[in-house]
């Protein structure tokens, strides 16, 4: 909620409390602030008026300095309703012509140069002459009274008595200047901001626009993905299995002359063979071929059978799914098996899901002690940021004691 709504609440509520508050003086401020950047804007255009096409662009400044003013009446600072234009200048100035936010901006900005400015001026001169009236016994006390003559009845306020008349008729005049200047603000805001802030068209493609971005960063991920593994796979494996193949030559031909070399030979042979098992592992855990090949079910009837403990799998996949969707999937079913083998103490896991209505809906399942929270650590959570990156949703039920559930549920149109 917005504190311009504050405003009309608290103009409608306790007059003392109200004259009391900060939104008097915020309300002024923003009064005065639009007093003084009227004559800057003027000076500031005048340069303009040699290239007459420039002016239409004068309102984006100007309407990005009003987004930053409404921050007096703001909990959170407006979005500009304005896209992102990358390619340069030529980019941007062709991007903001064809924009509405851009027109928009610059009738807000003939308004404010022109009826907003005059209206805020006739209401800051009538609350001074107020001011000017409430401090005249101050002025007549201290014999100040050459400056400005005012009259009073046709005679001039020169005696305490009549100073003090002054003031008396002043004050319920300057309360309700001050009221009428604070609804004066709160309408100028609520004009200010139906006309610089985003549409809803425009917030609606903004959402496209990142909805877009985010799947060419999802795009971009696999095509790294499939890079890293395809060099593994033919680059550190190959190396490894062919540095395998030659220490067991060089075992075989030092066996019978030298056993400690021999013994040496078989070592690294042995680690050879784990650093080429550990290879293995890490691409069947980046995307195992199985998933590119045979798809979601046919890879976690892999992990299951991997699995130390037992798994009960039901996924009901009659069909191909997109492959940012099934690598989705099978990470987080792997991540949480994995959570579960390590933390949970479990004697069962369960994994169910299918394919119905647009979307594919997954549920991991064990009988540990749960207790597992997002909050206190970062796997949980980086399994619901990938979710995320697909609109998806992932949901946890771990009450302490277990069971432990694991729901996901991933947008996808099948191939």
């Known amino acids: 909620m917005t504190h311009s709504g504050s405003v009309w609440r608290a103009v409608a509520g306790n007059p003392f409390r109200f004259l009391l508050s900060r939104w008097p003086w915020r309300c002024l401020a923003y009064l005065l602030g639009t007093v003084v950047l009227a004559p800057a804007a003027w000076l500031a255009m005048l340069p303009l008026a040699a290239f007459p096409p420039t ?24 979005r500009s309703p304005h896209a992102a234009a990358p390619g340069g200048v030529g980019a941007w100035l062709r991007r903001r012509l064809v924009e509405s936010a851009t027109w928009r901006e610059l009738g807000y900005t003939v308004c404010l140069l022109s009826v907003l400015f005059a209206i805020d001026l006739v209401g800051l001169f009538v609350l001074f002459v107020c001011v000017t009236l409430l401090a005249l016994p101050l002025r007549v006390a201290a014999g ?15 005696t305490m008595g009549e100073a003090w008349l002054a003031a008396a008729i002043a004050l319920p005049v300057t309360i309700v200047t001050v009221y009428a200047l604070c609804l004066l603000a709160a309408g100028q805001a609520a004009f200010a901001r139906w006309l610089l802030g985003p549409t809803q068209a425009e917030l609606n493609l903004r959402v496209e626009e990142l909805s877009t971005s985010r799947m060419r960063l999802v795009d971009a991920f696999e095509a790294e993905r499939r890079r890293i593994e395809r060099d593994l796979h033919d680059g550190a494996q190959q190396h490894l299995v062919l540095l395998n193949m030659n220490l067991g030559l060089m075992e075989a031909e030092l066996g019978g002359q030298d056993q400690r070399m021999a013994e040496l030979a078989r070592d690294a042979r042995r680690q050879a063979r784990q650093a080429l098992t550990a290879i293995r592992e890490l691409i069947r855990g980046i995307h195992p071929q199985v998933l590119t090949d045979l798809g979601l079910a046919a890879a976690v009837g892999e992990l299951a059978e991997r699995c130390p403990v037992p798994v009960e799998l039901d996924l009901a996949l009659d069909r191909r799914l997109p492959v940012a969707v099934e690598s989705t999937a099978y990470f987080v079913v792997s991540e949480a098996m994995t959570n579960t083998v390590r933390h949970a103490g479990a004697g069962r896991i369960t994994v169910s899901g299918g394919f119905a209505g647009g979307r594919l809906r997954v549920a991991i399942g064990d009988d540990g002690r749960g207790g597992a929270d997002p909050a206190r650590g970062s796997g949980l959570r980086g399994l619901a940021d990938r979710v995320a990156v697909l609109d998806g949703t992932l949901v946890i039920d771990s009450p302490e004691r277990g069971p432990t559930t694991v729901r996901i549920e991933l947008p996808c149109h099948c191939e």
Do not use: C, H, K, Y
Not at 60 to 66: D, F, H, M, N, T
């Open 55 to 78: 002016l239409v662009l004068a309102g984006v400044p100007i309407g990005a300095l009003e987004r930053r003013r409404l921050g007096l009446f703001e909990r959170a600072p407006m």
């Open 144 to 158: 100040i009274t050459n400056w400005v003559n005012i009259q009073l009845g046709g005679s001039v306020v020169d």
